[in-house]
């Protein structure tokens, strides 16, 4: 079945349903929040299946252990798989940090990465993805 929207995934043919875990992982919290706002979340907890991180929940997806997950969008452009983006309203922003690690051997290249990611070239692939920068419209 193809959810085309969070209540769908009431539906009793969808058995399990994968997640990041929200105890520890920001796209699982993101996940759990939408569900509570919806006033979903217990009726749903019992078809949860928690994948670690959000690769993990994808996998559960890609191998066919869950039939519908819920997912970064960044994750989320794999053949596999369908997907309908869950509005941004629903959960707070998953809040993210791009670092370079002083004693790197390689600084040069990872400034010129975060500069390229930053820049009016990166920004739409970033946008693309699922990335805002703070004031940024994900239209």
Avoid at 51 to 69: K, S
């Amino acid at each position: 079945m193809n959810a085309k929207k969070l209540e769908d995934l009431l539906d009793p043919s969808i058995k399990k349903i994968s997640i990041a875990n929200p105890d520890h992982a920001p796209y699982g919290i993101a996940a759990k929040e939408a569900l509570l706002k919806l006033e979903l979340w217990d009726k749903l907890k019992p078809k949860l299946v928690y994948g670690e991180n959000i690769r993990q929940a994808l996998q559960y997806l890609q191998t066919g252990d869950v039939p519908v997950g819920i997912i970064a969008l960044s994750v989320a452009n794999v053949s596999e798989i369908t997907y309908m983006p869950i509005d941004n309203t629903l959960h707070n922003p998953i809040n993210q940090a791009a670092a370079v690690i002083k004693k790197t051997k390689a600084e040069k290249e990872a400034r010129e990465f975060i500069h390229y990611v930053n820049s009016p070239i990166g920004r739409p692939i970033m946008k693309k993805y699922g990335f805002l920068l703070p004031g940024e419209s994900p239209k």
